[in-house]
């Protein structure tokens, strides 16, 4: 079945994680991505193992499917001419050196785009192409301690902690591809080319959301939650007799119907929850009562009483035992929507 990039032709000079899931993705869609790769070893993570899956490391197979893969020696003459044509019928070119070393290698934008007038080109880097930062290599670990990700991931109390994967990379891959499918929908309707550009610092920043919101209305930094939600109770794990299990009750009517699942109907008569904000207010104690039901049952039991306490458009989500993520979902399907997802 063609996808709907079929017939795009994608020029990937990426290595390592950021640029190549963003070119995986354009290939996922039908577009063809032709990977150039080093000759001593190819890309880093080629040698970023154990574990391998035949001869090749499972960390570089997870981003790099659906490509051709070429090796060059980028500093030979003849290298450069190979490039230089494939410029030429190459619809998107996508490249996350560090900035200025595309202008070294004879091949800036302003020389592509008149080997190529209508070529989409994005550059992905660390701290953007401009600015005091910018000649400093991006790695996801930098960018998430610098964006105040770690400030705010991690146990109540604890140090900073970063995600367990690569989000800076993995989402800058995701943004460069969306710009880079915006640029091809402009390009068809103008047959102008483009500039797309993300780091993985600007990347992070643009996902606080939330938490920067709270940071510029109280002037005091985000700290770890663990699992819970800082705006939302109850939203977060709790224990059980054999594993955890996430709650989300992301508004009153789902609140009440927790309760009721899990044999906590007073907590609805109590003035310290009776709405969103006083829950967050008095979420130690809410979380204490709540966990101290929770502990009585298994995690499948718990799991069944919130299912069952739903609509059919109940939404569960399992994950590795012991934890499970539950969640309700009732009321008119839109206000009321699914939250189940514990806050990583």
């Not at 998430?144 to 989000?167: C, D, H, N, R, Y």
């Not at 699992?227 to 989300?248: H, K, M, Q, V």
Request: one cysteine or more.
């Amino acid at each position: 079945m063609k996808g709907p990039l079929t017939g795009i032709r994608v020029l990937d000079l990426t290595r390592a994680l950021a640029g190549p899931y963003c070119t995986m993705m354009l290939g996922d869609m039908g577009a063809e991505v032709i990977k150039i790769e080093s000759l001593d070893g190819g890309d880093d993570s080629r040698a970023w193992a154990p574990p391998y899956i035949g001869r090749e490391s499972a960390y570089y197979l997870s981003c790099n499917r659906n490509k051709k893969s070429v090796a060059l020696n980028l500093r030979s003459g003849a290298a450069k001419k190979i490039l230089t044509d494939l410029f030429m019928v190459s619809d998107v070119v996508v490249e996350n050196f560090r900035p200025g070393v595309m202008k070294e290698m004879g091949f800036p934008y302003e020389t592509l785009k008149t080997i190529n007038p209508g070529v989409i080109f994005c550059s992905i880097t660390g701290f953007g192409t401009k600015g005091p930062e910018a000649k400093k290599p991006g790695f996801d670990l930098i960018a998430q301690g610098m964006s105040g990700f770690m400030s705010f991931t991690g146990e109540v109390g604890g140090g900073p902690l970063k995600v367990g994967v690569a989000i800076g990379d993995i989402t800058s891959g995701m943004l460069a591809a969306y710009g880079i499918v915006t640029a091809l929908y402009h390009r068809e309707r103008t047959g102008e080319g483009q500039v797309v550009e993300t780091s993985l610092f600007e990347t992070l920043v643009a996902q606080l959301t939330f938490q920067a919101g709270r940071y510029f209305a109280t002037g005091i930094a985000p700290s770890p939650k663990a699992t819970a939600n800082p705006l939302i109770a109850p939203y977060e794990s709790f224990a059980c007799r054999d594993g955890y299990i996430n709650i989300a009750a992301a508004n009153d009517g789902l609140f009440a119907k927790t309760c009721e699942a899990i044999g906590l109907p007073g907590l609805l008569k109590d003035p310290r929850f009776v709405n969103n904000g006083l829950r967050v207010k008095n979420r130690e104690n809410l979380t204490a009562l709540m966990e101290e039901k929770t502990r009585t049952f298994k995690v499948k039991d718990v799991q069944k009483k919130l299912d069952d306490a739903g609509s059919q458009r109940s939404h569960l989500v399992a994950g590795p035992d012991p934890q499970i993520g539950a969640g309700l979902c009732s009321g008119d399907g839109q206000r009321d929507r699914p939250s189940h997802l514990r806050e990583d």
